[in-house]
């Protein structure tokens, strides 16, 4: 087959063939595949709002910020 | 072949050449190879990088990815999150209030503070406690940054390395009764001691170890004053003065409106005198002293006397006014004889004081149905206090002391020159252990000695303290201390009010209350944070609530305690006779030629307790204007004899102690008078005060002659370097003659005197022309705020510049950028001096945003991010600003003020940007970043926090319903904020007043922010 073609497209071929045994075996598949659990990894690192929602962690460090059980506030 | 074949072959054979060199087949021109060696080599794959474009690529954007999650976006500071468990009390977007006791200083004034989430943001006063009746000092206003201050000892430390409380507490006990046993002193040294409770902490703490012993003092205290009072009358409960009541004040070197006692209620009943209103009524104020202070800069005439001459003043005054007394006492034979030898007018010849002056002061003194008063202050020696005690007998001024709000003395004060003696004891090696409760001794009491090598010869060294300072830097232990916000406790300062104190947040570190500590290791009990707080409830319903028999429960009593703050407790008022029991002694006062030194206080850094807070070493000092320093004062004339100028270095000395330090040139200063105010100077304490200004306690002595406070025959010596002082005042200023007098020029400052005032009320209206415009005057609907700031109440005490500070998250910028013109504070006091620099007039005025009907700012912001609202406020809309800055250059009261950085993180190297700081912000009010222009917005949070709860309750808003911040805080009650469409506010009537003037009128930019003009109270021929 490679006889057929002229000497410009032999040497592409050439090069493709002869990089083809380091070209990224990754398909298109594997692609998204991957670009999609990458993402929800990202999520999962940043600042889910979701935390929030769970527990009163936040309310820790408010918690922190108290009034004194013992104490009198004034009335208005 | 053919002959074409033949000619074809010929034709192939011809050659063709380019050049003669190519002809002459120059080596050269050998082209046979066109490519350059390797280029034409075959491809070979396993030579390519590994990585291809598509891999490449991918990392490229995972990394981005990556990076773009980690990063945190800056300005957030978290989300915004609902309760899920929401704490009982709290509601977001409200307030709560709890009434508490200061206890910045002596006085221990009533407080409200004011939490939201569950966090304090702001402190004023208690309207209902009778110490301060709802007012609070600078000192106090700021205060509550000290509480979120990042440099506060967060755990308990030993030799420097942080520690567990079970470890202290079990070897301190332990280290203690060692000491107990083997004969040697405790020595527990604390500032002045005020709760009735603390001081059964440390009686049982004597109890225990019979070895210990309290030292407890104040660097600037009233002793001579209680000593000379104690001399004539038997007794130490110096009553309050009715300064609302006195018609004339003779004041004796006392800044008794500026940082004396209770100033702040002094202001107040001082202000009451000073109605324009009832100008019949006006008080005058005669003021005599060295150095100029925020009293003298308020008097109506002021002498300058060297404070070493006020003995021979009052006992010239003494003999002058017992020939016409109101009140026959008879002096003791040894008193007579002395105050024979002294002349009002000999005095005033030698001294150079204005004859004609003392003449009035004389006639005022005397003048039948008026009362008098004559007050000392507290730096002046016992004997001047003495002397002015018998004048105020004979001038009958004993009506003006109010005995039933006495003071009350919880736990005597030690002396200086304690200790100085204790400074020997230390090094001796009789002291087994040093406990510092709070206080400072080794950066106030440096003529102590060495305290380093006192205290290294004491087995057991400890701090108790909310920061670390000079003395807990040479201790092995130094325990966290709660703030006072943090805290319980109780105080009694007079005999008819007893103070609660009460915790407004949970400990923020691992610190303890001082008082529980102490017990706990007393008792052997755990400590826990309920074991004071159940310590002071029983002390309460032991002492108070048995005292006062009410017929509530218990439990009902100390929680309506708790609530108001304080009780009330009944006493009665007495007649004291004097007793001449001691004959006087006159001080030696020798001088030579030199100066005398005089040192006092701060008034907004006290004695060096307040170094660290970022707002209070930005306020600018009431009569110099200037931040961030301490400097030697001194007179125009003795400047210009000894060719100084300001911030020139001098090196002082006082026997044998050198300093060297700035001068400034202050107007108003006696010829013979240096006076260096304390509290600067700090080593150890956080980055905002160390190494700030210059530590002059080490003119401080026991071994003086005088008191204290005075040090004559000291010398000064340029030394030729420069330190550069930064003042406010000094901001745009023009050395043109033409602008010389320009405040009275330009009518900014407009002033009358009393009698002009009731000769002709409407002065002030006759130069006034009516301003025209030509366009129409908008017609405001509904309410249209405005403001009024009575001058003649106004004593430039800067506590509305604090207060603002605070309410409206005003950030510190640092002394560089105030040299820069660039302090961010949104309320400035001006302050103006007329007549000559011996003698100046000073005239002070608030100026803040005018919220101008006609606001030059607003017509020129390309962006419209300032414009006026239908209620007549100038608004700020801060993110459109884009800081083209062109309405800070319109305005002509030059109160905007610009971000020139993004202050909170800029500030020596972002000290205020941690997770702890930023508590104390309000979150009613944006918090402005770079770029950005902000000014008084007349608190319009408060405006809208008004206007929702009358909404909510479905009615219009009350009369004065809405105070600012600055009004809310001014001792004076010299502001009056209001609607100015509402018939009976106080605004409208003032902006009525014959006295009410406006800055820049004519401008016609017409500003919402009224002047009433001082009245100075003299006689009509100085007028």
């Not at chain 1, 083809?20 to 999962?44: D, V």
């Not at chain 2, 350059?36 to 474009?53: A, C, H, K, M, Y």
């Not at chain 2, 332990?174 to 020595?187: H, P, R, T, W």
């Not at chain 2, 005597?412 to 200790?419: E, Y």
Request: aromatic fraction near 10%; include cysteine; proline fraction near 4%.
């Amino acid at each position: 087959m490679l006889k057929m073609l002229n000497k410009d497209r032999v040497t592409a071929l050439l090069v493709i063939d002869k990089f083809g045994g380091q070209m990224n075996k990754t398909s298109r598949r594997k692609f998204f595949k991957k670009i999609t659990f990458g993402g929800l990894g990202l999520a999962l690192l940043s600042k889910s709002p979701l935390k929030a929602f769970t527990s009163d962690k936040k309310n820790k460090r408010l918690k922190k910020v108290f009034i004194h059980p013992n104490s009198v506030k004034r009335t208005k | 072949m053919s002959e074409n074949n033949k000619n074809q072959n010929k034709k192939i054979e011809k050659s063709f050449w380019k050049s003669l060199e190519s002809y002459q087949n120059d080596s050269k021109l050998n082209l046979e190879n066109e490519f350059e060696e390797g280029v034409t080599d075959d491809f070979n794959p396993s030579q390519l990088n590994g990585i291809s474009r598509r891999k490449f690529l991918a990392l490229l954007s995972a990394s981005a990815a990556f990076t773009a999650a980690g990063c945190s976006d800056y300005h957030d500071q978290g989300e915004i999150v609902p309760y899920t468990n929401r704490p009982e009390g709290i509601l977001p977007g409200s307030s709560n209030y709890y009434a508490s006791t200061c206890n910045g200083c002596s006085v221990n004034c009533g407080i409200l503070i004011k939490t939201n989430l569950g966090r304090p943001i702001k402190i004023d006063g208690n309207t209902e406690n009778p110490i301060n009746n709802g007012k609070i000092c600078a000192k106090g206003q700021a205060s509550i940054l000290d509480l979120y201050d990042p440099s506060r000892i967060r755990k308990p430390l030993l030799n420097g390395r942080e520690t567990n409380w079970s470890e202290v507490d079990n070897s301190i006990i332990a280290e203690l009764n060692k000491v107990s046993e083997s004969g040697k002193k405790i020595v527990l040294v604390t500032h002045s001691v005020h709760s009735p409770t603390f001081k059964s902490v440390l009686d049982k703490f004597l109890e225990k170890y019979p070895a210990a012993e309290v030292y407890s003092y104040e660097l600037f205290n009233n002793h001579n004053r209680l000593d000379g009072w104690e001399r004539l009358y038997g007794n130490r409960n110096f009553p309050k003065i009715r300064f609302d009541k006195a018609d004339v004040i003779l004041s004796l070197e006392s800044d008794f409106l500026g940082k004396e006692d209770n100033f702040i209620e002094n202001t107040r009943l001082f202000a009451k005198k000073r109605d324009v209103n009832n100008p019949d009524e006006f008080s005058r104020l005669y003021s005599a002293e060295g150095s100029m202070s925020l009293t003298g800069m308020n008097a109506d005439y002021r002498f300058r006397v060297n404070p070493s001459n006020q003995i021979e003043f009052v006992l010239s005054l003494l003999n002058e006014l017992r020939k016409n007394a109101r009140v026959n006492i008879s002096l003791p034979d040894d008193l007579e004889s002395l105050v024979s030898n002294y002349s009002l007018s000999r005095f005033s010849e030698e001294k150079g004081i204005d004859q004609i002056k003392l003449n009035y002061l004389l006639e005022d003194l005397l003048k039948p149905g008026k009362n008098a008063l004559v007050y000392a202050g507290n730096a002046l020696p016992l004997e001047v206090h003495y002397v002015v005690n018998i004048i105020n007998e004979i001038l009958n001024s004993t009506n003006l002391y109010a005995h039933t709000s006495a003071a009350v003395e919880v736990l005597k004060l030690n002396r200086h020159s304690d200790f100085q003696a204790l400074g020997l004891e230390l090094s001796s090696g009789n002291v087994g252990a040093f406990i510092n409760l709070g206080s400072n001794p080794v950066y106030h009491f440096q003529d102590a000695g060495d305290w380093k090598q006192h205290l290294s010869k004491v087995a057991l060294t400890l701090s108790v303290v909310v920061n670390e300072n000079e003395t807990s830097e040479n201790c092995k232990y130094v325990l966290p201390a709660h703030h006072y916000l943090e805290s319980w406790g109780d105080s009694q300062t007079t005999a008819d009010v007893y103070s609660l104190r009460q915790p407004v947040i949970a400990p923020l570190y691992n610190s303890r209350q001082t008082e529980g500590i102490l017990l706990a290791w007393t008792t052997g009990q755990t400590y826990t944070e309920d074991l004071y707080h159940n310590y002071l409830m029983e002390n309460f319903k032991s002492s108070i609530f048995a005292e006062n028999k009410s017929p509530l429960a218990f439990k009902n009593y100390w929680l309506l305690a708790l609530h108001d703050g304080f009780v009330k407790i009944k006493t009665e008022d007495k007649t004291l006779t004097p007793e001449f029991t001691t004959p006087l002694q006159i001080p030696n006062s020798s001088k030579s030629n030199e100066f005398t030194l005089s040192l006092t206080e701060n008034y907004f850094i006290g004695d060096g307790r307040f170094a660290n807070n970022g707002w209070l070493q930005e306020l600018p000092h009431p009569v110099s204007k200037i931040t961030w320093d301490n400097y030697l004062n001194i007179s125009p004339k003795r400047a210009n004899d000894l060719n100084l100028k300001m911030g020139d270095m001098v090196e002082v000395t006082s026997g044998d102690k050198k300093l060297e330090v700035p001068i400034l040139v202050q107007p108003g200063m006696a010829d013979d008078v240096i006076s260096i105010e304390l509290g600067y100077g700090r080593t150890n304490t956080g980055e905002v005060g160390k190494n700030v200004g210059f530590n002059s306690n080490i003119f401080l002595t026991s071994n003086h002659t005088n008191t204290a406070y005075f040090y004559n025959n000291v010398s000064i010596k340029k030394t030729g370097n420069f330190h550069k002082l930064i003042s406010t005042q000094e901001h745009h200023a023009v050395d043109d003659s033409s602008v010389k007098d320009f405040h009275k020029i330009r009518n900014i400052i407009q002033e009358g005197t009393v009698d002009q005032y009731i000769n002709d009320p409407e002065f002030l209206q006759h130069h006034k022309h009516k301003i025209f415009s030509i366009t129409e005057e908008h017609k405001y609907e509904g309410n249209k705020w405005a403001m009024a700031i009575d001058m003649n109440k106004c004593t430039s005490c800067s506590v509305c510049v604090a207060s603002c500070n605070v309410e409206n998250n005003v950030p510190v910028v640092g002394k560089d950028q105030v040299e820069n013109g660039r302090e961010m504070q949104w309320m400035r006091l001006d302050r103006y001096y007329s007549g000559t620099p011996e003698d100046p007039e000073v005239s002070n005025q608030p100026m803040l945003c005018q919220h101008c009907d006609n606001a030059p700012c607003e017509n020129v912001c390309p962006v419209n991010a300032t414009n006026h609202s239908t209620d007549g406020l100038n608004q700020m809309v801060y993110n459109r600003c884009v800081g083209t800055r062109y309405c800070a250059n319109n305005c002509p009261y030059k109160v905007r003020r610009f971000n020139f950085f993004n202050f909170r993180d800029y500030f020596a190297d972002a000290y205020y940007d941690n997770e702890v700081t930023p508590l104390v912000n309000n979150p009613e009010v944006t918090v402005r970043s770079r770029g950005v222009m902000e000014k008084c917005s007349f608190c319009i949070q408060r405006i809208m926090e008004a206007r929702s709860t009358a909404i909510k309750e479905n009615r219009e808003l009350k009369t004065d319903e809405v105070t600012t911040a600055c009004q809310q805080a001014c001792p004076a009650d010299a502001i009056v904020f209001g609607d100015m469409n509402d018939e009976n506010s106080a605004v409208n009537k003032l902006r009525k007043h014959n006295l009410a003037y406006h800055v820049l009128e004519e401008t016609n930019v017409k500003p919402n922010v009224t002047y009433i003009a001082k009245l100075r109270n003299i006689h009509s021929e100085d007028a």
